[in-house]
């Protein structure tokens, strides 16, 4: 059966993934990255380093992000939201910061391959040291989710 997520699942879709799609438009290229985030307040939060995405972010501040979670190819829930880009600064890049880490720490030592939580905070910390990177937030305005469940038989 193939549907519509109701606002309730797309919250909670959104809440309990890390991984999405970040898209973004300026000059004519069109750029698709993943991006980890944390989901808070109606905001995708998520810290980078000076590149390409942001660039083309503070060209066109407006931007589309995509999340999924797929169980298998007949069992999967999609959400598209489209939003704003907005650049954090002090308290409240710290505060952000603080709510992206607590959503990723608990994941972050499942092997031994996964990155330490100094990982984590090496952007957050080169900000603070004045070196290229932004905390930022996408102030999400419209969303829409869809879904496929395949019953028993």
Wanted: overall charge negative; proline content about 3%.
């Amino acid at each position: 059966m193939l549907g519509q997520l109701n606002d309730e699942e797309i919250e909670t879709l959104l809440r309990s993934e890390v991984v999405g799609r970040l898209g973004c438009h300026a000059n004519g290229r069109t750029y698709v990255v993943p991006l980890t985030y944390a989901y808070e307040e109606g905001a995708i939060i998520a810290h980078s380093a000076e590149g390409l995405k942001l660039r083309i972010m503070r060209e066109n501040p407006n931007v589309c992000f995509e999340v999924d979670r797929i169980d298998d190819l007949g069992n999967w829930q999609s959400v598209i939201a489209w939003g704003r880009y907005e650049e954090l600064s002090g308290t409240a890049a710290d505060r952000a910061i603080a709510h992206f880490l607590t959503k990723l720490l608990p994941i972050t030592i499942r092997s031994k391959t996964s990155h330490t939580p100094k990982d984590l905070t090496h952007q957050h910390r080169a900000q603070s040291e004045g070196l290229p990177a932004v905390t930022f937030c996408i102030r999400l305005i419209e969303k829409t989710g869809r879904f496929e469940t395949l019953s028993a038989s």
